[in-house]
């Protein structure tokens, strides 16, 4: 079974940028997501991105501050966070899709069955 590991989260005044960083340890072919949840909130999606089309999906939230992107030759996936707000604050978790090849990016955190042990950003005001 495939691993993923994030890295890349900290600490960081509002306004601030992080690169998040979600490395697997072979090869897929599913789509990858970085989930995020907060304390005492349910864990959410904020962006996604497919294999092979590379169709991306980004929350409301997030729209025009974060950017996901792939390296496919390194098996890694990248999320870009730029003017980070207080309730970015949360740990970031890497996923990847149960299927392959998919078209478009899966909203529903149940059709994620390999997930990452999570990094923890934080954003001071």
């Known amino acids: 079974q495939v691993q993923l590991v994030e890295s890349g989260g900290g600490l960081v005044q509002a306004g601030g940028s992080l690169r998040l960083s979600c490395a697997a340890s072979?090869?897929?072919?599913?789509?990858r997501g970085w989930f995020r949840q907060a304390p005492g909130k349910g864990r959410e999606l904020v962006a996604g991105?497919?294999?092979?089309?590379?169709?991306?999906y980004y929350a409301d939230s997030v729209k025009g501050r974060f950017t996901i992107s792939r390296d496919n030759a390194k098996n890694t996936v990248y999320l870009q966070m730029n003017s980070l707000k207080p309730e970015d604050t949360a740990v970031y978790y890497c996923?990847?899709?149960?299927?392959?090849?998919?078209?478009?990016?899966?909203?529903?955190?149940?059709?994620?069955?390999?997930w990452g042990r999570g990094t923890q950003v934080t954003v001071s005001s």
């Open positions: 996923a990847a899709d149960a299927i392959g090849y998919r078209a478009n990016v899966e909203v529903r955190e149940g059709a994620y069955n390999t």
């Open positions: 072979r090869r897929t072919f599913s789509a």
């Open positions: 991105i497919t294999w092979n089309s590379g169709n991306t």
